[in-house]
């Protein structure tokens, strides 16, 4: 690659990070959150399995569809993805800025009381208590209780970099400020706003809330630890700092305008739809910002990657980023729109973004920070394998037979002469393979959960370590941040 001139950026170390109680409250994240990935891909499962079987479990109100998918939805949301997020950047965040994280106390705050909101969000969704919008079903008492728990993550984080050792910042520091501003926003907008609008007023701000949660929350947030964890496990400098600059304030720009193309083709004013349509595709620039780096910084060192679990997520999850985001602006086309709306296709373009690319980034995070936050190797490297290839062939065969199976369930829905039922009936073996794929990334989360646990727990004296040693890689300060 010659597009862009070479840095020498890299993520920079602190020193001193022994001291008793050092991410203790990015352990705790971490932890929760994966219980939570295993949970929340477990109602996946059985909502699979109802697709086929719509009797399964009976007609229990709890059990019903209705309610069984918000909870899997918000699970793999805010009880798995925000959380792991939070947890990674408590453990990235002190040590790009040289110093320990400002306030520990404050850090279990925000685990204890994120997971009594999770916890609650269980009861409350199976009850049917919910405000009835997509991914903003939490009631109004658990929304203020998310909304007091990232104020005070935001305190944390800011706190840490303002009281810095190291003057300059690296990329990953200004995606993880983004993220906390933006979320700000986005997530007030989507379950505060929205209960003062009706009717189609109150769709197009859901639909901003729906589309920047995936664009202003989990993406900066995902791609800041993968901006930390590529030039860590390659040990490698960041191929350009000049890039990674662009892609952070293009994503700043554009991303807010897109979310009205997930009503191409409704009540809603053309120039609305038509801006929507157009920053949708201008989303290119900040993804391919993205990619380059990413690839770049690679590059040359490829069989790292067939060697290392960790690399082998970062880099899958990079290349599903890129087609999530080709897809995207693809989807807001109205010649597309027109065929994949609402089909099975949509189901599979978002389970790759938020599985296939940023959990996939989570998934490498807490791979890489746990055995250097326990000081021991990672329990099985094995084990770290098995559970890729599984998550990995479970998220293809659900993603690839999704889109084949939606976009001719489209076609089919604007043939008149096709009786809808037919289109059901049609979907059967999109379904099967759905199950198939849920059950392989199913098995995946269980092996991972497994893995890290066991790292907590062994004890590295009386067992054969399989891992890196906990400190490969951070016991050299870096190369200052440019």
């Not at 191409?264 to 053309?270: E, K, L, R, T, V």
């Not at 037979?401 to 037919?422: A, E």
């Amino acid at each position: 690659m010659t597009s862009s001139k070479k840095t020498k950026e890299t993520p920079q170390e602190p020193a001193g990070t022994s001291e008793r109680g050092q991410d203790l409250s990015a352990k705790a994240f971490i932890i929760s959150s994966i219980w939570w990935f295993v949970i929340s891909t477990s109602v996946g499962l059985l909502l699979a399995i109802k697709f086929l079987w719509p009797e399964f479990m009976g007609n229990t109100p709890e059990f019903t569809f209705g309610r069984m998918r918000p909870l899997h939805v918000n699970g793999v949301l805010f009880g798995w993805l925000l959380a792991v997020d939070m947890g990674l950047l408590y453990y990235v965040i002190p040590r790009l800025c040289g110093n320990r994280l400002y306030s520990e106390k404050l850090g279990m705050f925000t685990v204890i009381a994120f997971n009594l909101v999770i916890t609650a969000a269980v009861f409350t969704t199976l009850g049917g208590v919910t405000q009835g919008l997509e991914y903003a079903e939490l009631p109004w008492f658990l929304d203020i209780g998310v909304t007091v728990v990232w104020v005070v993550f935001g305190i944390n984080i800011f706190g840490t970099i303002l009281t810095r050792k190291h003057e300059k910042m690296y990329v990953a520091i200004w995606y993880t400020m983004g993220a906390i501003v933006w979320t700000t926003f986005v997530y007030t907008a989507g379950n505060f706003g929205t209960e003062l609008f009706t009717g189609v007023n109150q769709a197009n701000l859901n639909w901003f809330y729906v589309h920047n949660a995936v664009g202003l929350i989990f993406t900066p947030l995902g791609v800041a630890l993968a901006y930390y964890l590529i030039p860590k496990q390659t040990q490698a400098p960041l191929y350009s700092h000049k890039l990674s600059m662009i892609g952070f304030w293009t994503i700043s720009f554009i991303y807010v305008w897109t979310g009205a193309h997930h009503m191409i083709h409704g009540p809603i004013s053309q120039w609305l739809q038509t801006v929507a349509i157009i920053f949708s595709a201008m989303l290119i620039i900040p993804v391919w910002t993205v990619i380059v780096n990413f690839f770049g910084t690679v590059s040359g060192k490829w069989d790292l990657v067939r060697r290392d679990p960790i690399l082998k997520y970062l880099m899958t999850g990079t290349t599903f980023y890129l087609l999530t985001c080709f897809q995207g602006p693809m989807q807001a086309l109205r010649s597309v729109n027109a065929i994949t709306s609402k089909t099975d296709w949509v189901v599979g373009h978002a389970h790759m973004a938020v599985f296939g690319a940023f959990s996939f980034f989570a998934v490498a995070g807490c791979l890489y920070a746990v055995p250097r936050m326990v000081k021991k190797p990672l329990y099985s490297q094995a084990l770290a394998n098995s559970a890729f290839w599984f998550m990995f062939s479970g998220g293809l065969i659900y993603f690839v037979l999704l889109w084949i199976g939606g976009f001719i369930q489209g076609l089919q829905w604007n043939d008149p002469s096709i009786p809808f039922i037919d289109t059901v009936k049609f979907m059967a073996p999109f379904w099967w393979s759905r199950l198939a794929g849920g059950t392989l990334i199913f098995t995946g989360a269980v092996l991972f959960l497994y893995n890290i646990s066991r790292t907590f727990t062994y004890d590295p004296a009386s067992a054969t370590a399989t891992g890196p040693t906990p400190t490969e890689g951070d016991t050299k300060p870096a190369k200052a941040a440019v």
